[in-house]
T-cell receptor, first 111, second 112 residues
Framework: GQQLNQSPQSMFIQEGEDVSMNCTSS?????WLWYKQDPGEGPVLLIA?????ELTSNGRLTAQFGITRKDSFLNISASIPSDVGIYFC???????????FGPGTRLSVLP | EPEVTQTPSHQVTQMGQEVILRCVPI?????FYWYRQILGQKVEFLVS????????KSEIFDDQFSVERPDGSNFTLKIRSTKLEDSAMYFC??????????FGQGTRLTVV
């Protein structure tokens, strides 16, 4: 089946630094979604991307839908302690009606 | 802001017992999903539901699982005879059409 890969698997950064993470697949996707999950909570939608090349921002977050439709990246600028969590990408499977999730990138922000 | 709600937040059950996890999707949404997340692992797709029937299911979603939309608002996941390995967070999600899917807070199922 379709699989998503995320890199890095985990990262430790200093507060105030910018962060970049990405999501890749061997298959094409119609939609990319980025979620953040705090411990014991459900995934919270951050950004949705609908077409190749699209660049979308949500506050300090920016995400792009790759031209090939096989990748997406998420940037966080000027990180703060509450950015700590696991960031998941999810792709909308072509011809299907479900979302496939990547394994996540665990972000730790050091004061 | 409308949200997906799930009950209970935590369910403890004995192995072999049946459990029903409940979800109230966002009211004008048409597509409904159940996902599972074993502790420390990624979110895994179980089943999608549209127009009162299952539209897609994963290999995890075997005969012990079933879903139902018994009325206009609830969407339930039933696990018939729970096993220890069913212990996980179960998330319900819904969406209106193409695009954004919104998740509930999850039900933590513990099978003992």
């Amino acid at each position: 089946g379709q699989q998503l890969n995320q890199s890095p698997q985990s990262m430790f950064i200093q507060e105030g630094e910018d962060v970049s993470m990405n999501c890749t697949s061997s298959s094409i996707f119609n939609t990319w979604l980025w979620y953040k999950q705090d411990p014991g909570e459900g995934p919270v939608l951050l950004i949705a991307l609908y077409k190749a090349g699209e660049l979308t921002s949500n506050g300090r977050l920016t995400a792009q839908f790759g031209i090939t439709r096989k990748d997406s990246f998420l940037n966080i600028s000027a990180s703060i302690p509450s950015d700590v969590g696991i960031y998941f990408c999810a792709g909308d499977t072509p011809y299907g009606q479900n979302f496939v999730f990547g394994p996540g990138t665990r972000l730790s922000v050091l004061p | 802001e409308p949200e997906v709600t799930q009950t209970p937040s935590h369910q403890v059950t004995q192995m072999g017992q049946e459990v029903i996890l409940r979800c109230v999707p966002i009211s004008n949404h048409l597509y409904f999903y159940w996902y599972r997340q074993i502790l420390g692992q990624k979110v895994e797709f179980l089943v999608s539901f549209y127009n009162n029937e299952i539209s897609e299911k994963s290999e995890i979603f075997d005969d012990q699982f079933s879903v139902e939309r018994p009325d206009g608002s609830n969407f339930t996941l039933k696990i018939r005879s729970t096993k220890l390995e069913d212990s996980a967070m179960y998330f319900c999600a819904s969406r209106a059409g193409g695009g954004k899917a919104f998740f509930g807070q999850g039900t933590r199922l513990t099978v003992v």
